[in-house]
């Protein structure tokens, strides 16, 4: 089936300074969506970016993520993070057809002053 | 635009009672989500609901959960006698394309 692997579970960075949060999956399927969702402490995960077109820049909220088919990842980077940015960050994928989601484990960030 | 709601935000229970959860989805939105979210872990499909008509419940455990949608609006997700390893953050989202999630339903089965 399908995978989402994130391999950290904590980043913790200066605040001002650049961040990236890695993501790769497995998928046997080609009609797939790829997400990264922000949840804050005690709030619902909300969508931060979504793409299916590969090797094209997807931009909000000061982040970004780039699909890159060849290497299977979708990581999600900002060049400035603020104290603010601390939360939980998911990547996901989904089928287009179902929309039914694939969670990573999730990445914690946090950021220091 | 009012959000995806859920109640109870909190449920606390011994092991083998039961309990129900709520979900109202965004006004429109014919499709509806359950999702479990054990500590530490991302969230995990059980069920997924087009209008009234479940499409996907594979990954929920027949013997004790049920969920209906019956009028396609609002949903419900009941755990017949939990155990222990129930114990998670049970999230419902709607969407038309883009899935909007509700705050969820904290449970601990002691």
């Known amino acids: 089936g399908d995978s989402v692997t994130q391999t950290e579970g904590l980043v913790t960075v200066t605040e001002g300074l650049p961040v990236m949060l890695n993501c790769t999956y497995q998928?046997?399927?080609?009609?797939?969506?790829f997400f990264w969702y922000v949840q804050y402490l005690n709030e619902a995960p909300k969508l931060l970016l979504r793409?299916?077109?590969?090797?094209k820049r997807t931009e909000h909220q000061g982040f970004h993520a780039t699909l890159h088919k060849s290497s299977s990842s979708f990581h999600l980077q900002k060049s400035s993070v603020q104290l603010s940015d601390s939360a939980l960050y998911y990547c996901?994928?989904?089928?287009?057809?179902?929309?039914?989601?694939?969670f990573g484990d999730g990445t914690v960030l946090t950021v220091k002053p | 635009e009012a959000g995806v709601t859920q109640s109870p935000r909190y449920a606390v229970l011994q092991e083998g009672q039961a309990v129900s959860f709520w979900c109202d989805p965004i006004?429109?939105?014919?499709?509806l989500y359950w999702y479990q979210q054990p500590r530490d872990q991302g969230p995990q499909l059980l069920v997924y609901?087009?209008?009234?008509?479940?499409?996907?419940n594979s990954q929920l455990p027949s013997d004790r959960f049920s969920a209906v949608r019956p009028k396609g609006t609002n949903s419900t997700l009941k755990i017949q006698s939990a155990k222990q390893g129930d114990t998670a953050t049970y999230l419902c989202?709607?969407?038309?394309?883009?899935?909007?999630f509700g705050p969820g339903t904290r449970l601990l089965v002691l």
């Open positions: 609901f087009r209008d009234e008509a479940v499409i996907d």
């Open positions: 996901a994928l989904s089928k287009t057809n179902t929309g039914k989601l694939t």
């Open positions: 793409s299916s077109t590969d090797n």
């Open positions: 989202a709607s969407s038309l394309d883009t899935q909007y």
């Open positions: 006004s429109g939105h014919d499709t």
């Open positions: 998928t046997a399927y080609s009609d797939v969506a």
